[in-house]
């Protein structure tokens, strides 16, 4: 159906089978203000020029060190930013297209013209506490974007809600209660079936699973791949947890600082990771297998880099075991290696 | 045998818990109930302490005097071309003893009249004799403090207390407590008791509306400042700041008295829908609804980074839905906090105006107004002196009871929001 690499990001005419959700070169920058006068002293560049394409049904895990800027990444392609008048510098096309139809370019739509597009992009949170508002029935939380873009009656509306919990394994009759009865993983469910009332093409769940119990992440796993068998979903799956993307997502993307370093299969990166960060990356990942013999631990010297000050030319460059002096020259582009893409000429 | 476990009795929402938390909290439950139950048992008044009758039974016909204006001629006082006395009334058709009758509210004056009780009472003495000669305009005939002074008396009352006066035989008022009067009159002979008890009414009701004009723009302004932050909030906050540094009780008493001319007190409206009434409302709330601002922008800046607003925005909801439907409810604490300390406040700002006399219009029962009368001339009079100032010690402080019982339910560490 599609390659393993997704639609190339730079190839610019969409073919009608194109890609349904493709981001193209986004940046987010963060300003800094500071002394008597607030004037602008620094941007934290949480985004540094990410392109990547999601299509129909699959999934594409989104993984790196915490502040690298994946959930920064989906909350902007979420428009969140815009939204909830957050201070930051936005540039890039977010395209959100069925097919054949024209896409449209999200980032360019204004707050209202924004709000029919959202129906089809929904998101699921990372914290099940916070994402759930204290003072709204189950059967509210739920019944809010069907209220807002089905042309449902109260009826109807009402029908659907217990639908849609009972799809997501709860009980219908708990409608009545308040999020604080519930579970965390109960709750991460209440979050999955509001994402879910819309039939909505994509869904940004951005670290659906850290904070869970480990006993009830599977639950919550398995439940959002059966939904998307069943209704054709497409994830863009945040994580820092390599095993849970490995094991949901069709492809992977690694973020650093701000870039996409690396972007292929995931199995291709799971098994020969190219890029020297990958490697570090599933080197400290956790074998569950002890069969399984653990490739030698890459241990980074130094920390990464702030955000503000980023160095030049390649943002890795200053941990990087293989780094020449040419690195500090360019920032890297994506070159297709191994079935997948990669950002170090040197691997 | 498989073990259930007991359901827990229906959902309770974090508000419904924090109710029953102030109800368990007797001071504060019963002091609100206290105000409650007064306030508004205050707006049924005219039936409990009016001038007027409320039932008349004369010549075996009913009438309701309290919803329609009798001349003193139509029930026989036909020296009384303005609204009958029904006091004497009563006396009168008491002592005919014919089946008449008339059914006075409990304390059986208004708040204006400046009665006077020692005609009064003569002229009740002389209806147990049998003499009904006021009726027909003239005094009671025998009546010794008139014989020989028939000049002097033409049915007016100016002239009869003038005469007492010049006789030394009454002091002007305020006049202490008596059977009629129980907690005295004031300084133009009106009933205290009634004047209070109105002026309870007034005050609260004062308050309220004001407490709902400030809360309603300030809890707009600083949700709008806080939810959409950015040059709004920085363009809103320097707004308030500069509209702060307006001395507000000088703005007030500028305008009272530049507009007093203009507002003139309307004997036909109500007390509450006096001009005056509604223009101070108006005016101290222009001036006064930046102080909950605040508090409600730095809950929104909180309330809007959670993720239960992304979820909102995520899913499409208007703006004014998210403001007013997901953020308020959780940014509620510090302004129901808040309520009965500002209900304090603009009880004695109301109190404040009416002692400086550039409150509410002149015959309005007012406390402050009383304490104007008290403090300065009538000192020794205790009962003018004690009565304004116990009502709103007693009145203030059942508030600060229930606000210090609305803090301990409300105390966001108790049923903390987001669990």
Same mark, same amino acid.
């Given at each position: ?347 | ?37 007064t ?144 907690l ?8 205290l008791l009634?004047r209070l008890a109105?002026g309870y009414?007034?005050s609260m009701?004062?308050?309220?509306? *004001? +407490?709902?004009?400030?809360? $309603? #723009?300030?809890?707009?302004? !600083? ?5 959409? &932050? ?48 509604? *223009? +101070?409302?108006?005016?101290? $709330? #222009?001036?006064?609804?930046? !102080? ?5 922008? &730095? ?48 009880i004695?700002?109301?109190v ?13 029962p007012s406390w402050?107004?009383l304490m ?14 004690t009565a304004p100032i116990a009502a709103l010690f007693v009145t203030l402080l059942l ?21």
């Open positions: 159906m599609t390659s393993p690499l997704g639609a190339h990001p730079s190839a610019t005419p969409r073919a009608a089978n194109g890609p349904l959700l493709e981001v193209r070169d986004l940046k987010v920058r963060f300003p800094v203000y500071g002394g008597i006068l607030r004037r602008k002293v620094a941007e934290v560049n949480a985004v540094d020029g990410v392109s990547f394409a999601l299509t129909r049904g699959e999934t594409l895990g989104l993984v790196g060190e915490s502040g690298c800027g994946k959930s920064t990444t989906g909350k902007a392609v979420i428009g969140l930013y815009k939204a909830t008048g957050v201070d930051a510098h936005m540039e890039g096309q977010v395209l959100l297209g069925d097919g054949g139809k024209e896409a449209a370019d999200l980032m360019s739509l204004s707050k209202d013209e924004m709000r029919p597009y959202r129906r089809q992009v929904q998101m699921i949170f990372q914290d099940p506490y916070s994402s759930l508002n204290p003072r709204l029935t189950v059967g509210q939380i739920v019944e809010e974007p069907l209220a807002n873009f089905m042309d449902f009656s109260r009826k109807n509306r009402q029908d659907r809600v217990k639908e849609l919990l009972a799809r997501v394994g709860l009980d219908a009759e708990q409608s009545t209660r308040y999020p604080h009865e519930f579970s965390g993983g109960q709750r991460q469910r209440i979050g999955i079936a509001r994402a879910l009332a819309t039939n909505p093409q994509v869904i940004i769940a951005d670290e659906p699973v850290s904070a869970l119990d480990v006993s009830v992440r599977s639950q919550v796993i398995n439940l959002m791949q059966d939904l998307q068998e069943e209704f054709g979903i497409s994830y863009l799956f945040i994580a820092h947890d390599l095993s849970v993307v490995e094991h949901i997502s069709t492809r992977v993307a690694v973020m650093y600082l701000g870039n996409i370093v690396e972007i292929g299969s995931a199995d291709a990166i799971a098994r020969r990771p190219l890029h020297p960060y990958t490697k570090a990356l599933m080197s400290a990942a956790p074998l569950p297998d002890p069969e399984r013999k653990r490739p030698d631990r890459i241990i980074l010297k130094g920390d990464i880099p702030t955000p503000m000050a980023k160095p030049s030319g390649c943002g890795f460059r200053t941990r990087c075991p293989i780094a020449q002096p040419s690195c500090s020259e360019d920032v890297p582009t994506l070159v297709e290696k191994d079935g997948r893409l990669v950002a170090c000429p040197w691997v | 045998m498989e073990f259930t476990m007991k359901q827990p009795a229906g959902s309770v929402s974090i508000f419904r818990k924090r109710l029953r938390k102030f109800r368990s909290m007797k001071r504060g439950y019963y002091s609100f109930l206290a105000l409650a139950v306030y508004l048992g205050s707006f049924l008044l005219p039936f409990l302490m009016n001038s007027k009758g409320l039932v008349v039974r004369y010549d075996g016909e009913y009438y309701f005097p309290i919803s329609r204006f009798y001349e003193g001629r139509f029930f026989g006082q036909n020296g009384n071309f303005g609204e009958a006395n029904y006091r004497l009334l009563a006396a009168r058709l008491a002592a005919e003893n014919k089946g008449d009758w008339v059914l006075l509210p409990l304390v059986p004056y208004n708040t204006t009249e400046s009665a006077d009780d020692i005609e009064e009472n003569r002229i009740r003495a002389a209806y147990k004799k049998g003499d009904f000669s006021w009726d027909s305009g003239a005094k009671p005939a025998e009546d010794p403090a008139y014989a020989g002074d028939e000049d002097l008396y033409q049915g007016d009352d100016e002239v009869g207390i003038m005469g007492d006066e010049a006789a030394g035989l009454i002091q002007a008022p305020p006049y202490p407590p008596s059977a009629h009067h129980w005295g009159t004031d300084n133009r002979g009106r009933d009634v109105y009414n007034v009701t004062f308050a309220l509306l *004001l +407490l709902a004009t400030t809360y $309603a #723009v300030g809890i707009a302004v !600083g949700g709008i400042i806080g939810f959409y &932050g950015g040059k709004i909030d920085l363009l809103g906050q320097r707004v308030i700041e500069i509209w702060q540094t307006i001395p507000f009780l000088y703005t007030v008493m500028i305008l009272s008295a530049a507009l007093s001319d203009q507002m003139p007190y309307r004997p036909d409206l109500a007390s509450i829908l006096q001009p005056r009434f509604i *223009l +101070l409302i108006v005016v101290m $709330a #222009v001036f006064g609804w930046m !102080g909950i601002t605040y508090y409600v922008r &730095g809950e929104f800046l909180r309330e809007k980074a959670r993720d239960y607003v992304s979820a909102a925005v995520a899913c499409g909801t208007r703006d004014r839905t998210i403001i007013f439907k997901h953020i308020l409810p959780n940014a509620l604490t510090p302004i129901v906090t808040f309520t009965p300390f500002v209900l304090v406040s603009d004695g700002a109301l404040a105006l009416d002692y400086l006399g550039f409150g509410l219009s002149a015959p309005t402050g107004e104007h009368q008290a403090l300065p001339e009538h000192i020794h009079d205790w009962w003018l002196v508030v600060v009871f229930v606000g210090e019982a609305v803090r301990e339910a409300f105390d966001p560490k108790v049923h903390s929001r987001l669990r």
